[in-house]
């Protein structure tokens, strides 16, 4: 079986589908060659306009980044085995001397027409890195969790500067950053004296889950509805910590096709007694 073809063998297990809930994102590196990577960054640089949407008419080699093997399980895991590419994309251009954006989510909230899911996933954001990212050039940064408070506090979190837990998406050319679409997230500025490319993708769910579409072990779902509800809500919102763990719930419920986090009530707070965080 060539690479190509044997997407279903980086379909995610249970840990990594638990672990995108919680935080929102999946940092991923795609494999592509440097000289993919660097190719793709040269044509990007030879181009007189911004193509919007036809980014992949002005760039076909991003196929070997969106059709990438690696890629493909982890958005099949996520989004089921149907997903399909949306026809909204975009290139983010971001030169030396940029300033960073405000926190945004990309998700338009438009219940007729686009409602936010804190429970489920429906969309999700890729954004590819040609060249390498570090502190210097414009990283993105994210805030962790954001997803599932979906709709809450929004001129307030738009107005922010740092976040305590936010993450500064350092990674090297070839990795992908993929996204719940209501993450709240920002570009940031860039002081390298060099251009610092992302290429944004849109996926959508094509249909309901009716079985989990990653690589589930039943035997572990006690074991990851104690995760889901164990993990800290990275200082966001803590007040709002119960409403944070039924969304987690509720989205692996979604995403599984069936009610398999265990719902019926058990005494979390029986065992060691609380410590004094570090
Ligand atoms: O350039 C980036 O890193 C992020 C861009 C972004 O979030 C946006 O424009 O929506």
């Given amino acids: 079986m060539t690479e190509q073809s044997n997407w279903e063998h980086y379909l995610l297990n249970d840990d990594d589908v638990a672990d995108f809930i919680i935080k929102g994102y999946l940092i991923l590196d795609t494999g592509s060659g440097q000289e993919v990577n660097r190719s793709i960054l040269e044509r990007l640089n030879s181009l007189d306009s911004n193509p919007g949407d036809k980014i992949i008419e002005a760039a076909p080699q991003l196929s070997e980044i969106y059709d990438h093997p690696r890629v493909r399980g982890a958005l099949s895991s996520l989004l089921g085995h149907d997903y399909s590419m949306n026809e909204h994309r975009h290139c983010h251009r971001n030169p030396s001397g940029s300033r960073s954006q405000i926190w ?3 998700s338009l909230d438009i219940s ?3 409602p936010r899911h804190d429970k489920h996933v429906h969309q999700l954001l890729m954004m590819y890195y040609p060249q390498d990212v570090n502190k210097l050039n414009g990283p993105t940064a994210l805030i962790p969790g954001t997803h599932l408070l979906s709709n809450q506090a929004r001129d307030r979190t738009a107005s922010q500067g740092n976040f305590k837990y936010q993450v500064i998406a350092e990674v090297p050319a070839g990795h992908v950053l ?10 940031t500025a860039n002081s390298s004296g060099n251009i610092r490319y992302m290429i944004k ?9 009716t079985i989990p579409s990653w690589k589930h072990d039943p ?3 006690f074991g990851i509805t104690t995760k889901l509800d164990a993990q800290p809500t990275m200082g966001l919102q803590r007040s709002l910590g119960d409403r944070i763990r039924i969304n987690r719930r509720e989205m692996w419920n979604n995403l599984s ?4 986090a265990i719902e019926d009530y058990y005494d979390r707070f029986t065992g060691a007694w609380p410590t004094v965080p570090t």
């Fill in 104 to 106: 945004h989510q990309d």
């Fill in 112 to 114: 007729s027409l686009h």
């Fill in 178 to 187: 993929i996204l719940h679409y209501d993450i709240w997230h920002a570009g």
């Fill in 201 to 209: 993708f849109l996926f959508d769910r094509v249909s309901e889950s």
């Fill in 219 to 221: 035997s572990k779902s």
């Fill in 257 to 260: 096709g069936s009610r398999v």
